[in-house]
């Protein structure tokens, strides 16, 4: 069955420092993408960052980056020179592309970034 | 300008008087969703719409319905509501084009404002 867990509830980094958000998922499907969302305190989801299954190369938005470790089934948000904006909730989701299109999130990991 | 319009944003109402959300995408987007947030648990969906009349089940559907008769509008109808209902619901919407060609089934979904009901 299709999972997401994000081990870590919360995160402090300091500013300007790079911060690594774990997301592990576990899917039977051989094709998934794999999607990071930003929720600031303002309530809206704001896309970030996708992966795909067959990608080879990691996914690089920016400042954003996915450490895409397929065999063991880990796609970590890295966030480099982190800014005081950047405090906020981050969800890890998956999007299996057979026998239905379902779409899982993560519990979240709440980022805080301190001056 | 491209978004996801839920209405209403904030509702509180009783036990059992049915009520409707709806959500409207001006993106042309075939693909549709439904989600509550609840504190711990992230995102659940609750339904999805890979087009017009093609709707399916998510993770959390009991107590739920939708309805896909325009492939701009996706409403959420909660005929019997409960407390336990009580959530913070977002809309989304993406592309689905569904090639065959690997990557091009995954697009990022864009989401309304989220709307808050309470259910008392």
């Known amino acids: 069955a299709q999972k997401i867990t994000q081990t870590q509830p919360g995160m402090f980094v300091q500013e300007k420092e790079a911060v690594t958000l774990d997301c592990t998922y576990d899917?039977?499907?051989?094709?998934?993408?794999l999607f990071w969302y930003k929720q600031p305190s303002s309530g809206e989801m704001i896309f970030l960052i996708y992966?795909?299954?067959?990608?080879?190369q990691n996914a690089t938005e920016g400042r954003y980056s996915l450490n895409f470790q397929k065999a063991r089934k880990s796609a970590n948000l890295v966030i480099s020179a982190s800014q005081l904006g950047d405090s906020a909730m981050y969800f890890c989701?998956?999007?299996?592309?057979?026998?239905?299109?379902?779409?899982?999130f993560g519990a979240g990991t709440r980022l805080f970034v301190k001056a | 300008e491209a978004q996801v319009t839920q209405n209403p944003r904030y509702l509180i109402t009783v036990t059992g008087k049915k009520l409707t959300v709806i959500c409207s995408q001006n993106?042309?987007?075939?693909?549709m969703s439904w989600y509550r947030q609840d504190p711990g648990l992230g995102l659940r969906q609750i339904y999805y719409?890979?087009?017009?009349?093609?709707?399916d089940k998510g993770d959390v559907p009991e107590g739920y319905k939708v309805s896909r008769k325009e492939k701009r509008n996706f409403p959420l109808i909660l005929e019997s509501p409960s407390p336990n209902q009580t959530s913070l619901y977002f809309c989304?919407?993406?592309?689905?084009?569904?090639?065959?060609?690997?990557?091009?089934?995954?697009?990022?979904?864009?989401f309304g404002d989220g709307t808050r009901l309470s259910i008392l």
């Open positions: 989701a998956m999007r299996e592309n057979t026998g239905g299109f379902k779409t899982i």
């Open positions: 993106m042309n987007h075939e693909y």
């Open positions: 719409s890979m087009n017009v009349e093609v709707t």
């Open positions: 899917t039977s499907d051989p094709s998934y993408g």
């Open positions: 989304a919407s993406s592309l689905h084009k569904a090639t065959g060609q690997r990557g091009d089934d995954n697009q990022p979904q864009h």
């Open positions: 992966q795909g299954s067959y990608d080879q």
